[in-house]
């Protein structure tokens, strides 16, 4: 196995949803959402990020304005469509509970000890478990 493979996997995997969340917090030109993801660790290229900001575009996700810029040219600033919003609420249940199933099985011990109400500070995450204990589902639905 390598690492650095499944680490790319996992980048590309988060790519779309991290790009949606950008611009829920406002429209955005392409370079601006490199910025952030630069600025958040998620390195990438314009090589990789229009193709894929074509992709949201085309699945009605994103849509564009052109705006006149003071530096050059007008600008494509992107923004989610309500399909957009939409996705991106179901992408961040998921997030969710794909983050709980991974605290779970990373932090056992915190996850027991705390069911038992017992908090082990070792772990930032630990608060992660807080109001849940092992024989719970949470509920993604009223967030």
Known sequence: MSVDNTKSQMRKGMLEYCIMLILHRQPSYANDIIVQLKEAKMIVVEGTLYPLLT?????KLLKYDWQ?????????YYALTLDGEEALRQLDESWDE???TVNVLRF???????SKGVKNENHGN??????TTLTETPDYHNI
Not at 68 to 76: I, L, N
Not at 126 to 131: F, G, I, V
């Open 55 to 59: 992709r949201l575009k085309n699945d």
């Open 68 to 76: 006149e810029s003071t530096q050059g040219p007008p600008r494509k």
């Open 98 to 100: 794909l983050a709980f």
């Open 108 to 114: 056992p011990k915190e996850k027991l000890n705390e």
């Open 126 to 131: 630990s608060e992660t478990y807080a109001d």
